[in-house]
């Protein structure tokens, strides 16, 4: 559930707008408007997925 309350500006068109916060697995975060919402949340989900699978990687190696 996204919920566009806060006054910020989106990182992903750099318009400002109300944005929706959304949270990298190390940490980071990144703020979106409604308009680029599918795109941000494709984005963070393709970045975390990316992430996951470096961690399995690094743990995987003797
Ligand atoms: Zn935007």
């Not at 996204?2 to 949270?23: A, L, M």
């Not at 680029?36 to 992430?51: H, I, K």
Request: with cysteine; hydrophobic share 30%; charged share 25%.
């Amino acid at each position: 559930m996204y919920v566009f309350t806060k006054e910020g500006i989106c990182d992903w068109c750099h318009t400002p707008s109300y944005v929706t916060k959304h949270e990298y697995i190390d940490g980071k975060c990144h703020h979106s408007c409604e308009k680029c919402l599918s795109f941000a949340v494709m984005d963070v989900r393709q970045f975390n997925l990316a992430e996951i699978e470096l961690r399995n990687k690094m743990t995987a190696q003797p």
